[in-house]
């Protein structure tokens, strides 16, 4: 049994890794922002990324911190750094003063181009912070994260409903469903190599194309799709519509549409974990009906 320090624990991602470190019998001490019920087996722990003594209290006698808060989305730079560079630092900094054995980054593939997103180039300056640190890490980049809980793709599954789905440009993308996200990173602060940076996908060899993508998501909703793949410049229109409509809950922004335009999001196979290691268990069609169902249930379709 190990004690694992963990960021981000309340989110989608986070909070799937508390229930598959509980399970594997560990101790877990999670950020928390708001009370949370409690749980046994975790201690939350109130505070965020900008204070330095619930970093520390979050930290002290852990053996492996677990770096999973980060900033999707914000609307100017300040809040991609704040969210991605000084949080990391703040995070690396409590680590390093608390002599954490282990310390696992979630980074993201939107860090190999940082000159296409703030967000891209925010997650690549996060990767710099952890390097250059002290400390025994390893880092993983997801691809785009989907399963149970998730909101961030929620849109091609309700357009796919309606039998349609808008698409980037002509691209390919990776995926992975999030149980295996996780899992992955449980595995890295358990054991593994240190100093490697991760590209995990669900094993689809190429990844998938956008169109190829959207019919597997009509399949999970049981609707034939459309896929209608849409210039930049519209994008980038509907983008400031979205915005006009959803403000700061708009999942389509700006800085997205440079990075969703980018030709290739596949996991590099030179980068991705040894299978003694990890491999992913979730195949994709299974993991997009158990999500499409999720929204069912929720009433989110």
Known sequence: ??????TGGTGFVGSRLIDLALAAGHEVRALTRRPQPARAGVVWIEGALDTPEALGRLMTGADAVIHVAGVVSAPDRAGFVAGNITGTQAVVDAAERASARRFIHVSSLAAREPDLSLYGWSKDEAEQVVTKSSLNWAMVRPPAIYGPGDMEMRDLFRMARMGIALLPPAGRVSLIEVG???????????AGPSHEIYEPDDGQPDGWS?????????VAVGHKVLPVALPKAILSLAAHIDQMFRGKGAKLTADRVGYLCHPDWTA???KRPDPAMWVPQVPTPQGLAETAAWYRANGLL
């Not at 996200?181 to 358990?190: G, R, S």
């Not at 956008?210 to 009509?218: D, N, P, S, T």
Request: zero cysteines.
């Open 1 to 6: 049994m190990s004690v694992l320090a963990i």
């Open 180 to 190: 295996d996200v996780a899992a992955l990173l449980l595995a890295l602060a358990e």
């Open 210 to 218: 956008y169109a190829e993508l959207a019919r597997a998501v009509g």
């Open 268 to 270: 590099s196979p030179t």
